[in-house]
């Protein structure tokens, strides 16, 4: 199972970018899909989540509004717009895949998959 995350770079403050996270060696069908976020000497933390299948989507409260969890499930890829970006959003993402049908989805636990994550960084 690989996961690879993309579309990281860096923008001013109240920019947007787009991450993409393409998933590969199995199906996704019953995954739940997520991103978190690392900036320095933080722990990471939970962003967005949506389930794949269902299309239940589940955001952090310092993102909520501003960006948006999708996925396409014919290229097996989930997305992340984020828009109105803050310079409190510069960190790494990394995206993750979870198998488990239990646990809480915004902890990183829930998650048996990870990608190798892309920098963000918001210019003030």
């Known amino acids: 199972v690989q996961l690879q995350a993309s579309g990281g770079g860096l923008v001013q403050a109240g920019g947007s970018l787009r991450l993409s996270c393409a998933a590969s060696?199995?199906?996704?069908?019953?995954?739940?899909m997520g991103w978190f976020r690392q900036a320095p000497g933080k722990e990471r933390e939970f962003v967005a989540a949506?389930?794949?299948?269902?299309?239940?989507?589940y955001y952090a409260d310092s993102v909520k509004g501003r960006f948006t969890i999708s996925r396409d499930s014919a290229k097996n890829t989930v997305y992340l717009q984020m828009n109105s970006l803050e310079p409190e959003d510069t960190a790494v993402y990394y995206c993750?895949?979870?198998?488990?049908?239990?646990?809480?989805?915004?902890?990183?636990?829930?998650?048996?998959?990870w990608g190798q994550g892309t920098l963000v960084t918001v210019s003030s």
């Open positions: 993750a895949a979870s198998s488990y049908y239990t646990g809480n989805l915004r902890g990183k636990s829930r998650y048996n998959y």
């Open positions: 060696g199995r199906t996704f069908s019953n995954y739940i």
């Open positions: 949506i389930t794949w299948g269902g299309s239940s989507t």
